[in-house]
């Protein structure tokens, strides 16, 4: 994709989505979709019949994925979450949320719409996201993916709604809010930079699975309304796009820098007393670029950043073992497990959170001793009036 057909991407929203919240919001009917979609949570679920017509059609019009889409890629893109999930998640917090936030309009678009010290809930939208869609058959029966995607077109298109008509967003100079360039950005930030960040911690990811995970993005970007044209098929040409048009947009911002630091109170709470202070900075700066850790003014720590950078030797040394020493395969998986579990235990902590562990992912980390949760966590569902 050449610069001018990315930049374009700036000032394109879902028309689909957009023509739903727009009727929506003309006819007063808002509240009443949201006490409607609270209980639409699985693939299998009939689409609710007291649906206001323009939501039915929607949902109808995006219940089934791409015809492109090859079960062989999907279930090997879950047997690779299996094994490898909780260090997916563990990279997605450290690094995914920050390069996230270095994105300047992002930030401002993240703050007008949930406020400045509100991470739990941006991170446990994500987590939730990232969990349906690396359930076994996602897309399929059995699956919680498919109301999770929609419902998340008709939040982004609400936000859309609502930040324009506020008068605090410049769409002449800003493009429209939750526009397809933040839909590509996402998309590639939690996926083929997730995939960097586990690699920059020791964790061995092969290309195979790389590109099966991105496959399964892939899929998930073409069911949100991105354009097909605006996401590469192949790994290697996304890693292309990254850098070239999604890195090279990131810089300092207040409301990024804020955003980062209450990201870092959050998983503070994770390490009880003063004594771990550090660690969780020294591991942002060890999964994401140095540059984008100075922009959002991530604090560094000379014996937390020698602590993490020795782990990751340790981490690498064991993967190459892991094949055959049970165990270094335990440690791997508790430490990411460990880190996740903590995760769930702190967001649900009196927040209001949408994240819950899919069952078969449960059972089978369960079954091999490497769930983060023994059960799931209790749910609120997301509204679509931000």
């Given at each position: 994709?050449?610069?001018?057909?990315?930049?374009?991407?700036?000032?394109?929203?879902?028309?689909?989505?957009?023509?739903?919240?727009?009727?929506?919001?003309?006819?007063?009917?808002?509240?009443?979709?949201?006490?409607?979609?609270?209980?639409?949570?699985?693939?299998?679920?009939?689409?609710?019949?007291?649906?206001?017509?323009?939501?039915?059609?929607?949902?109808?019009?995006?219940?089934?994925?791409?015809?492109?889409?090859?079960?062989?890629?999907?279930?090997?893109?879950?047997?690779?979450?299996?094994?490898?999930?909780?260090?997916?998640?563990?990279?997605?917090?450290?690094?995914?949320?920050?390069?996230?936030?270095?994105?300047?309009?992002?930030?401002?678009?993240?703050?007008?719409?949930?406020?400045?010290?509100?991470?739990?809930?941006?991170?446990?939208?994500?987590?939730?996201?990232?969990?349906?869609?690396?359930?076994?058959?996602?897309?399929?029966?059995?699956?919680?993916?498919?109301?999770?995607?929609?419902?998340?077109?008709?939040?982004?298109?609400?936000?859309?709604?609502?930040?324009?008509?506020?008068?605090?967003?410049?769409?002449?100079?800003?493009?429209?809010?939750?526009?397809?360039?933040?839909?590509?950005?996402?998309?590639?930030?939690?996926?083929?930079?997730?995939?960097?960040?586990?690699?920059?911690?020791?964790?061995?990811?092969?290309?195979?699975?790389?590109?099966?995970?991105?496959?399964?993005?892939?899929?998930?970007?073409?069911?949100?309304?991105?354009?097909?044209?605006?996401?590469?098929?192949?790994?290697?040409?996304?890693?292309?796009?990254?850098?070239?048009?999604?890195?090279?947009?990131?810089?300092?911002?207040?409301?990024?820098?804020?955003?980062?630091?209450?990201?870092?109170?959050?998983?503070?709470?994770?390490?009880?007393?003063?004594?771990?202070?550090?660690?969780?900075?020294?591991?942002?700066?060890?999964?994401?670029?140095?540059?984008?850790?100075?922009?959002?003014?991530?604090?560094?720590?000379?014996a937390w950043t020698g602590v993490v950078r020795a782990g990751t030797r340790l981490v690498r040394a064991l993967e190459r073992a892991e094949d055959n020493s049970a165990l270094a395969n335990t440690i791997l998986d508790r430490a990411g497990a460990?880190?996740?579990?903590?995760?769930?235990?702190?967001?649900?902590?009196?927040?209001?959170?949408?994240?819950?562990?899919?069952?078969?992912?449960?059972?089978?980390?369960?079954?091999?001793?490497?769930?983060?949760?023994?059960?799931?966590?209790?749910?609120?569902?997301?509204?679509?009036?931000?």
């Amino acid at each position: 994709m050449d610069t001018a057909a990315f930049e374009a991407l700036k000032f394109q929203g879902d028309p689909l989505a957009d023509a739903v919240i727009a009727d929506l919001v003309g006819t007063n009917r808002v509240s009443v979709v949201n006490e409607v979609l609270e209980h639409f949570r699985t693939n299998d679920q009939p689409i609710p019949e007291q649906l206001p017509g323009p939501v039915r059609e929607f949902l109808v019009l995006t219940d089934n994925p791409p015809e492109w889409v090859e079960p062989d890629r999907v279930a090997r893109a879950y047997d690779f979450f299996i094994d490898d999930g909780v260090h997916v998640a563990s990279v997605l917090t450290f690094g995914a949320m920050v390069n996230c936030y270095a994105h300047a309009r992002a930030s401002r678009a993240l703050t007008l719409t949930h406020g400045l010290n509100q991470p739990h809930r941006r991170l446990s939208e994500t987590s939730q996201f990232v969990m349906n869609m690396m359930g076994r058959d996602a897309f399929g029966s059995g699956g919680s993916f498919v109301p999770t995607i929609q419902k998340t077109r008709l939040i982004h298109a609400a936000v859309r709604h609502f930040l324009t008509a506020s008068g605090r967003w410049d769409v002449a100079v800003d493009g429209v809010p939750v526009c397809q360039q933040d839909m590509v950005g996402a998309l590639l930030i939690f996926s083929v930079q997730v995939i960097e960040g586990m690699r920059r911690m020791g964790i061995s990811v092969t290309e195979q699975e790389a590109e099966d995970y991105y496959y399964v993005w892939r899929a998930a970007g073409a069911m949100l309304g991105i354009p097909a044209e605006a996401v590469p098929e192949s790994i290697h040409d996304a890693r292309e796009l990254s850098a070239a048009m999604v890195e090279s947009v990131y810089g300092p911002s207040p409301e990024g820098v804020v955003l980062t630091r209450h990201l870092l109170d959050l998983y503070e709470k994770l390490f009880p007393g003063k004594v771990f202070d550090g660690i969780v900075a020294a591991m942002i700066r060890q999964v994401v670029n140095p540059e984008v850790a100075d922009w959002m003014e991530v604090p560094k720590s000379r014996a937390w950043t020698g602590v993490v950078r020795a782990g990751t030797r340790l981490v690498r040394a064991l993967e190459r073992a892991e094949d055959n020493s049970a165990l270094a395969n335990t440690i791997l998986d508790r430490a990411g497990a460990i880190l996740l579990g903590g995760s769930v235990r702190n967001l649900t902590d009196g927040q209001s959170t949408t994240l819950t562990i899919p069952a078969d992912l449960r059972e089978r980390w369960e079954a091999e001793d490497r769930s983060p949760v023994a059960t799931t966590t209790r749910t609120t569902a997301r509204s679509v009036d931000p």
